[in-house]
């Protein structure tokens, strides 16, 4: 039986109403895109897709495509694009090892819940099953990282196989798709006519709300002395953010964030609590176990958020609002789960809750801000003795942008301190790899936040280590003349897994400090300005030249060599073992 | 704490007839380490539609999140998850014993009787015994029928019907219809 089938069939009712053209599939693929809105390609090319090239040659006007140096590049730069702009991002990658290439980023845009479609060439469909040059079982491989994935082997089956996948990439719960095109299927022609897709039987994105769980969600919002509302990455991918606001705004709840909800709402909002989690604020980790109600919106209680699940949120309900299904329930328990889009059921739940204020309940957050601020973030922000911080680093890039620019970052030391200490005033304005922790992520994905925010200042913050993971990339950045201001914050060490090492295994640094190279060297040789900073009076001046420059640059800062982040909720440890040092 | 008893369930997995969809069900399962006893595909009553049931054993809670897990595949229409007392199900069963031993006594042939079972063929050398019943049934016949010498004993993955007059599956497809036009 045909996959294409209920689009096959729509097609033929279409056929007689709508004019169709002549083409070969490659145009097809350029079309297609082109009909989904695409303007932005990020791929590497070989010989499976050389076909699709070939088309994309007449289409430059219309399709920008960037070259990256590796495909793992290309897909964490179409998922920085996706995550900025909200569009779906695009990859082309050749078969076989092009099409493995993807695999790390389509795992992390699967953890992540970003809209991707990647497009793999694939040997001609005669060969398939033959071990053929350069043949990979990509829909076998990339099954268990990808929403949905399909191989195509008609030319024919094209338009509707590209229709799918966008409306199955953005839609409900996002999430990355691949699209395996045989050469022959690039090559033959087709009638090409296009018909979007607007449902799938067996696909069911979001649910209607349930009114009655709004009722009950409302009635426990109403009752509680100690709420404490959760907001994940739900909230920007249903750009609820107003939604949010006026929720919080109206019930007067503390709010805090994990990792992908930061910058849902502003930094300097007085609801906003801080970051939950392994490395989060103080307050928000110790008054969980306080709380009485926990609101949990459009997130999916991690491991590193809740930690030991056992002693998680021991003395409160649970309202959870969650498009996905399978997340209710997974991992902590709803006592009233709200499925469906927060930005449908937030503004109901607002309709149905008493305006309230906990002052007494926020002026304890505030108390545990005060005892962070003393113990942490000030000696991180400004120290009094002369090894530089990230913290300190951090703070200042934020503000030179005056807390507005998007921050991307690696994964690492360097992530929680960004997520810490960076500022923000507007949404979609981190980049991050966090289901995943996806070393490498941080360089490419820069590349497609800045060419999908053009006019937004892109900052990224990198280690020593991730930064060499992908660090080929900076070629890209300079051919395509990417304008992102590069962090690279250095303390010759893999400086997560060096803490880990100091805290849990009595200091033995296996296998984690790193003899490194002259990263201004490698930065010059790649045509990008850069700065080396290894005293707190260059810095100053150091971030106002990176600002001030145009284009790419690159910023080196040594930090001290072996400095940790603090709070830590210890692997396995529960929230409230939150540790101060 | 008491970890909770694993039971027996029966998987009614409802999809679409594609190529991998199988690939894609087990994988749910491989990841979570939970062994399937058996499996068994077919059409369902619905055209186009196709059905697997698998048997497993796995904790109430475990299966819950197995089955959003495959519901979750998008080509996936349904799961329900049954307990045995919910299903009418069956299994059947070929046990090859030798045509010798069957003339040998009256041994056999009374199994054959008291058991429900049938004879599907005889050749001078061999005999094939066929039996339906659940997985106890067939299980006690070929223990049964060992010392006679089993030369070879296959026995299929269960089929179950629900206990309800339709498939769950239609009502299942009604709401559908209802949920879209609420969203839209």
Redesign the interface.
């Known amino acids: ?1 045909n ?1 294409m ?1 209920p689009q096959s069939q729509l097609l033929m009712k279409e056929e007689k109403t709508k004019e169709t053209k002549r083409m070969s599939g490659s145009e097809a693929v350029m079309q297609s895109l082109i009909n989904e809105g695409t303007t932005m390609i990020f791929g590497y090319p070989g010989g499976a897709i050389m076909p699709i090239y070939d088309a994309l040659y007449n289409y430059h006007d219309q399709l920008h495509h960037v070259l990256t140096r590796h495909e793992q590049g290309a897909v964490h730069a179409a998922q920085g694009y996706a995550r900025v702009t909200g569009k779906v991002g695009v990859c082309f990658a050749t078969s076989g090892p092009g099409a493995t290439n993807t695999v790390t980023g389509l795992a992390d845009a699967m953890m992540d819940s970003t809209p991707l479609v990647v497009i793999t060439g694939q040997v001609v469909s005669s060969l398939l099953g033959t071990d053929a040059f350069q043949e990979t079982d990509v ?2 491989v990339t ?2 990282v990808t ?2 994935n399909y191989q195509v082997r008609r030319a024919e089956d094209i338009p509707a196989a590209m229709a799918r996948a966008f409306y ?1 990439a953005r839609s409900g719960r996002p999430g990355p798709v691949v699209v395996d095109i045989t050469k022959d299927a690039q090559v033959n022609e087709l009638e090409y006519q296009y018909e979007p897709v607007k ?6 994105p ?3 709300i349930d009114f009655h769980q709004i009722e009950e969600a409302a009635k426990l919002i109403n009752l509680s002395r100690k709420p404490l509302a959760l907001v994940g990455q739900g909230v920007v991918l249903g750009n609820a953010e107003k939604e949010l606001l006026e929720f919080l705004e109206k019930s007067g709840i503390p709010a805090a964030w994990t990792l992908l909800g930061l910058s849902a709402m502003p930094t300097e909002h007085p609801l906003n609590v801080g970051m939950l989690g392994m490395h989060g604020n103080y307050g928000p980790n110790i008054k969980t176990n306080e709380a009485d109600l926990i609101i949990a919106i459009g997130m999916r209680f991690d491991d590193r958020v809740t930690g030991d699940l ?1 002693k998680y949120a021991t003395n409160a309900r649970v309202i959870h609002l969650e498009i ?3 997340e ?3 991992n902590v328990h709803a006592d009233v789960p709200v499925l469906g889009n927060v930005k449908k059921s937030l503004p109901l739940l607002t309709g149905k809750i008493t305006k309230n204020e906990h002052s007494e309940w926020l002026a304890e957050f505030e108390a545990c801000s005060r005892i962070e601020y003393k113990r942490i973030i000030e000696k991180e922000t400004a120290p009094d003795d002369k090894g530089l911080r990230m913290g300190e680093v951090i703070s200042k890039v934020s503000s030179i942008f005056n807390d507005d620019a998007v921050m991307v970052t690696d994964v690492g030391q360097h992530q929680m301190m960004g997520a810490r200490y960076f500022r923000f005033r507007q949404s979609r304005s981190v980049v991050t790899s966090g289901g995943l922790g996806t070393m490498g992520f941080g360089l490419p994905a820069a590349m497609g936040a800045k060419l999908g925010a053009p006019e937004r200042p892109v900052c990224v913050f990198v280690g020593d280590g991730g930064f060499q993971m992908t660090i080929q990339e900076l070629g890209t950045i300079f051919q395509t003349k990417i304008p992102v201001k590069i962090v690279l914050l250095n303390n010759n060490f893999l400086g997560m897994v060096r803490q880990w090492q100091e805290l849990f295994f009595d200091k033995r640094y296996a296998s984690t400090e790193l003899i490194n190279p002259d990263f201004q060297t490698i930065a010059k040789g790649y045509h990008v300005p850069a700065v080396k900073v290894t005293e707190r009076e260059q810095l100053d001046g150091a971030i106002k030249q990176m600002a001030e420059t145009e284009g790419p640059f690159l910023m080196e800062v040594l930090v001290e060599k072996e400095g940790n982040v603090f709070p830590m909720v210890p692997a396995g440890a529960s929230v409230s073992d939150i540790r101060l040092e | 704490m008491k970890t909770p008893d694993k039971e027996e369930f029966t998987l009614s997995v409802y999809s679409e007839n594609h190529v991998g969809l199988l690939n894609q069900i087990t994988t749910v399962f491989t990841r979570r380490h939970i062994n399937i006893e058996s499996l068994t595909t077919s059409e369902s009553a619905i055209t186009g539609i196709h059905k697997f049931t698998i048997v497993v054993f796995a904790t109430a809670d475990h299966i819950e999140k197995l089955a959003k897990q495959i519901e979750k595949r998008i080509d996936v229409l349904k799961v329900f998850v049954f307990r045995a007392d919910e299903i009418i199900h069956q299994e059947i069963a070929l046990y090859k014993v030798s045509t010798g031993s069957l003339l040998g006594g009256n041994e056999i042939e009374k199994l054959v009787r008291r058991y429900g079972a049938r004879i599907l063929e005889i050749t001078p050398e061999f005999t094939v015994i066929e039996k339906t019943g659940h997985k106890e049934e067939t299980q006690e016949l070929f223990e049964k029928l060992d010392p006679y010498g089993v030369s070879q004993f296959v026995r299929s993955g269960r089929i179950a019907i629900t206990k309800t007059k339709k498939e769950l599956l239609e009502n299942y497809l009604k709401k559908l219809e209802t949920d879209q036009t609420q969203l839209n």
Not at chain 1, 199 to 204: D, G, Q, V
Request: charged share 25%; hydrophobic share 35%.
């Open positions: 039986m996959v089938e829909v076998g099954q268990p929403k949905w199955i449902a799938i039987r067996s696909y069911s979001e649910s209607p056992t996905d299904p399978a209710i329930n997974k």
